[in-house]
């Protein structure tokens, strides 16, 4: 069955430290979210792509960064990781181009910066 | 004021009972809608998406749109411990010349009582 996958699933590490959450999903879809869910905040967008070497910036986008090489992966990078950046982040997907389509979800990451 | 706003809750209701999940939205020329459902500890899954005026059931589940009102609403029949999560509901905006992403509420709480 076609999925959407993350990883770690749990990442502990320390201030300024560069960090990598990793993404794939498996149903060839064109579209691709990072987002980051706080207590209080709810579901905020950090990055998105429309498809391979295409990347725009969220509302959140300060301290991270993406790149599309393929259809399947959006890596997350956190150039130099903050305590402010301790939190679960989503990566989801969605087919359609032209429409705002459903996106689904993977199973988070749970990133806590010491 | 948010662009997509929800009552935090908990909303409580006793187990049989009809939950009401209310969501309103700011941009007018908004087309797709949704509404989703996430556990604790757990990523959010879709329950139900609805693109027109009126009303979409699924089983115990139903959506409801008002674009003059900037409303939707979710309404759970014959509600179940089960249901205990937080819905999150989810406005699609679509962006020119690209494809589009979803503006999501702080979601509500809601508990059913056995």
């Known amino acids: 069955d076609a999925e959407i996958t993350q990883s770690p699933r749990h990442k502990i590490t320390e201030t300024g430290r560069q960090v990598t959450l990793a993404c794939h999903q498996t149903w060839n879809h064109n579209n691709m979210f990072w987002y980051r869910q706080d207590l209080g905040h709810g579901l905020r967008l950090i990055h998105y792509s429309y498809g391979v070497q295409d990347t725009n910036k969220g509302e959140v986008s300060d301290g991270y960064s993406v790149s599309r090489s393929n259809t399947e992966d959006l890596p997350l990078t956190l150039e130099s990781a903050a305590s402010s950046q301790t939190s679960v982040y989503f990566c989801?997907?969605?087919?359609?181009?032209?429409?705002?389509?459903?996106?689904?979800f993977g199973p988070g990451t749970r990133l806590t910066v010491l | 004021q948010k662009e997509v706003e929800q009552n935090s809750g908990p909303l409580s209701v006793p187990e049989g009972a009809i939950a009401s999940l209310n969501c309103t939205y700011s941009?007018?020329?908004?087309?797709?809608f949704f509404w989703y459902r996430q556990y604790s500890g757990k990523s959010p899954e879709l329950i139900m998406s609805?693109?027109?005026?009126g009303d979409k059931e699924d089983g115990r589940f139903t959506a409801q749109l008002n674009k003059a009102s900037q409303y939707v609403s979710l309404l759970i029949r014959d509600s179940q411990p089960s249901d205990s999560a937080t819905y999150l509901c989810a406005v699609g905006r679509l962006l020119l010349n690209q494809g589009g992403k979803l503006i999501f509420g702080q979601g509500t709480e809601l508990s059913v009582k056995p």
């Open positions: 941009d007018r020329v908004s087309q797709s």
């Open positions: 609805i693109y027109s005026n």
């Open positions: 989801a997907s969605s087919e359609s181009a032209g429409w705002v389509d459903t996106q689904y």
